[in-house]
């Protein structure tokens, strides 16, 4: 009896941290992700950069406390209730380093040479206009700044978001893309790795740099 007992009291415990994990609401990324992106964009207390497509804002909390007092995190948004979330939670949580920039699908919205990195985080499969954000991200990196695009190849049959250029095909974007894109616009191509996920879809980072002033 005791052979089946415990059998069938483990899956009932099972089954109720499951219905309660389901119950959550969306977990924030993994720290292996945030120490993947501190690394590959070269954070350090006192750095600036963007979030670009923040989303909520989760990426760009656990950003603010890496880059530190001296630091700062822009994130932007095209969707004025996630930029007020953004805002709010930061008033909350008592984070100054955290500026909201209102951003349109043509353009960042960030200031000239602000920001130290950038990273665009399942975002880039999303632009309309990819040209024109890809020139204003170049703009508001400094010289010798990282960009990193985390994003997936498209997946047939899924539907590409409405507006996006017809290159992408389906839901996503091809790395090559993402690279002959950037590269047009003067950025400097470094590397393409898998990126860490807790999703069921592989990801890539590819990773750029801008030319130095005096390159």
Request: aromatic content about 6%; proline content about 9%.
């Amino acid at each position: 009896m005791r052979r089946i007992a415990f059998p069938i009291a483990l899956l009932m415990i099972l089954a109720g941290t499951a219905v309660r994990l389901a119950a959550k609401p969306l977990a924030p990324p993994r720290e292996s992700e945030i120490d993947h992106l501190v690394r590959i964009i070269e954070l350090h207390e006192g750095s600036s950069v963007a979030d670009v497509g923040a989303g909520s804002g989760e990426v760009s909390f656990a950003l603010a406390g890496q880059v530190g007092p001296g630091g700062k995190v822009y994130a932007t948004e095209i969707n004025q209730q996630l930029l007020d979330t953004i805002r709010n939670a930061a008033r909350r949580a008592k984070t100054p380093n955290i500026e909201v920039v209102k951003a349109t699908q043509h353009n960042t919205g960030l200031p000239h040479g602000c920001c130290d990195a950038i990273f665009l985080r399942d975002v880039y499969h999303h632009l309309t206009d990819p040209m024109s954000v890809d020139r204003s991200l170049y703009e508001a990196l400094r010289p010798g700044g990282r960009l990193a695009v985390i994003d997936f190849e498209p997946v047939p049959k899924w539907p590409a978001p409405p507006g996006v250029p017809a290159n992408r095909r389906w839901h996503g974007v091809p790395a090559s893309i993402v690279s002959k894109e950037l590269m047009a616009c003067g950025f400097t191509r470094l590397e393409m790795i898998d990126w860490p996920t807790s999703g069921t879809i592989k990801h890539y980072c590819v990773v750029f740099k801008k030319p130095p002033a005096n390159y």
